[in-house]
Structures are given as C-alpha cells and as structure tokens.
C-alpha cells in the first residue's frame, strides 16, 4: 500500500505544501538536538515532542522514517550569534566537571526525559565531537569557494555572498546593515557567523582541535549542515526545530549547505514549533535558579504523560501557555481518557493486524488519518479519540483495534493507568534541595549536609543519580 498523501507548512514557503520525499515512501528527517550544558526544559522538550508526532505520524501514514537528531556538545555560545560564553564551558564552571563529564551527564538526563515522555529514540543520534573531520572538511569547501573570511578570533561566513540569506527569516537585511555599528565586532556584516573560532592565546580550553585555521573550535551552525549531509545528503526532506531558530541557526544552516554544495533547496520542507511560555510565577522560579524539567513534574505528583498530553491539545504552530493549573486539568483529562480505554479489550487479546472493518470504524480512521496528514493536526486527530471512544454504535474490539494503532502515534500508553503521586513534594522542600545542590556545587559541604538534614527532618530523603537529584518520602 502507497503511503497517504501528506500536507505540512514549510516556513520557507509560508504555506501548506504536499510533502514529495526524495525517495517515494521514505522520509528523511533532521531535528537539532540539545545543547546538553544542562537540563532540557520543559519548553525544549515540546520541540521534541512535536518532532516525536511528526515522525510517529509519517510511520503510520506508511512512510519509512529515517530521524537524525544532533548532540550539542560544542560549539553553543550563549548567545546564538556568535558572542557570548561557550554553554559548555559555563556548565564545567558551574559544577566543577569537565566539559566530557558535563556532556555525558546532560545527554544522559535529556534521553531519560525524553522516554518518560515516550519521545522514541532518533535513528541516528550523532555528537557534534564525534564530527570534527566532518565539519573541518565542509568549512574547507566554503574556503575554497571564496565564502569565508578571516578575522583575530577566526573564520567566518560572509553572508553579502549569498541572496537568498533573508528568505527563510523574512530579514530585512537592508534594516540589519544599517545597523552595522551595533555589536558587529570584526565582522564585515551582522549577519555574518564564525565557521571556526580560534581559542584565545593563553587561554586553555577543554575542547579544542587542530585545524587548517588553527587551534580552536566550529561554530555551532556548521554543526548540524555536516552531519545532515552525512547521514542525509546534500537534499533531504524535513528540518525541525523551535521557532527560535529561524532567524539565525537555520538561516545560516542553509547558507553554508547550499553555498557548500550548490544543491538547492537543502532542505525541502521547514518546520518549525511554536514556543511553551511559561506564567510569571514560573518564569521567577526560573530566574532564581529552577529550570522546569521533567523531574520537577514527576517531584510535584504528575505522571510525564500528562505533559505529552497537554502538548497534544495545541496544535504545534501555535504557542502554548504552561502553568500548573493547565497541566492538572490535562492529568485529569488523561485519567478520564484512560479510565475510559481500560474498559476495551486489551490490544494483547486481539489480533491487531486484522484492522478494523465496519464502515463506522473505517470512517474514524480516515478521520485521525486526515488529522495527522494535515499539517500535523494532533489536536483534531485527538478530537476522533474522544468522539470515539463515546461512540455506543462502534464494537468495543473495533474501538481496542483503531486506539492501539493511533497509541503509536499518540505515545499515551491508552491501557496504563495514570501515576500519580498521592503526596507531591512541598514546594519548599524542593527550594531546600535546590539550594542544597547549589551548596554543593560551590563545595559547601557543611550546608549542603545541614540543608540533607533539614530535609530529613521534613520526611524527605535525597536520592542522586546521574540524571540528577530527586526526593523520596521516608517510609
Ligand atoms: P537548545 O538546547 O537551546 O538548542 O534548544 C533545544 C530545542 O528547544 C530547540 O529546538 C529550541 O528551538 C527549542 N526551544 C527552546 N525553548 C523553547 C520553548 N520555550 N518552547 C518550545 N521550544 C523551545
Ligand atoms: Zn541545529
């Protein structure tokens, strides 16, 4: 059977296009992965829901799909323009590791959040340090096509070289070099980025290379264009990322591969996913140190799918406000869902295969099919499961045959009740173990045991794993 026709939006474009892979019935896609300096957020962990859908989604429309997903793990300066510190490095400084220590511990942590999100694997996972040939040996074609230029702190991409820097972004250019005297530094133009940055004199980095331009490190851009071309070729057929990365990361993406190549477009369709914003209260907590995790949801009494469930009810392109109360009314939503599915027969009793057959069942299946093939419209597709599983006039084995197929797209876990933690941990237990962890980090040993101790007396003991520290009710 050919795969069903899809539509997605692809911001180069601005419009909704049917996706022509490059090899009928395969999908190649790319997705930026972490900078893994830290925790992943919340709101980064949408990004990778969303791609989880759309690669879920393409599999059951019967596509073969092939997901590379990057490591950061050099490169990301904190800001994504080229100044600022290198995230790594922040993150060595911070907690008294080494730039290798700080990367497996945070790549680590992102997969243990993403399966508790039940985000799959990517086929191909691939590190930016495990790429340095890679990336040396596409800055050199860039050089030797007369692309880059050199300055004190290293090579860069000169963007005046390329037309069609502006169209992904919709940059006013013209606006940007007007404003050329704004923090350009060495740079001949704004826009302009660093393909290799030199490491200081005197300046000792844990992560540094040889290159034909000397000692030093890529810039995070040129990351992701060599390893999309290694595991992907010169063209393929979707990119994802945030939202956040159009007007620089992706732009400048696309202007070193085609300038490098000469294939254009490098990649046939865009997708980018709209921001989870955070309410204010949150955003404090944040500023004083907090980042929102995965970990912090299961602390507070939530099972993870609920927040895959919330992320399901908003359709990727639009943004989608986070708060406690949003994330309880989901949970609630989940259960009742569950609740509901737990009556059907189990998908192990039956023979999936088979599929449907009434004429009522089919109609539903073309419906979520429609859902998912319109620009990746979960919030609709979720609109049938409801509609379905209230549906007296289809047979219970039929709703079990049609939930357990759409599960592989949903990735709910339908016959897993929810898990709730009857007690969630006090929100100043958890101020406790934050400042206790940051003690720590400062080699504070002496309040870091007071700040253990005070937690004990409140029933709560402290449990570090790699993937960081949590708290566990005494029994
Ligand atoms: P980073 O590790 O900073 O490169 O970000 C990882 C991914 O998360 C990227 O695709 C970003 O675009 C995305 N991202 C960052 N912040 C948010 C947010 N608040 N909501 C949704 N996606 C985000
Ligand atoms: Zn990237």
Redesign the pocket.
Known sequence: MSPKEVRLYNTLSRKIEVLTPGTPGTVDIY??????YSY?????????I?ADFLRRGLTLLGYQVNHVMNI?DVG?LTD?ADSGEDKMELGCRREGASAWEIARKYTEAFFNHAAQLNILRPSTVCKATDHIPEQISLIEKLETKGFTYKTEDGLYFDTSRFERYPNLARLDTEGLREGLRVDKGAKRHKTDFALWKLAKPGEKRQMEWDSPWGRGFPGWHIECSAMAMKYLGAQFDIH??????IPI?HTNEIAQSECATGVQPFVRVWM???????DDSIKMSKSAGHILTVDTLIEKGFDPRSFRFLVLQTHYRKQ?GFSYEALTAAQKGLERLIQQVIKLPAPSTLSLEAGPKTQGALDYHAAFIHGVAQDLNMPQALAEVHKLVGDGAIDPQEKTLLLAAWDEVLGLDLWTPVKTNEEPVPQECLDLLLLRNQARQQRQWTEADRLRGELLSRGFEILDSPQGSSLKKRS
């Open positions: 997705s930026c992965g972490p900078t893994v992943a957020h919340i709101g980064n962990m949408r990004a990778y969303f950061t990301h994504d994802t990322g945030g939202v956040d990365h990361h980018h996913g709209e921001f989870l914003l955070l989608l």
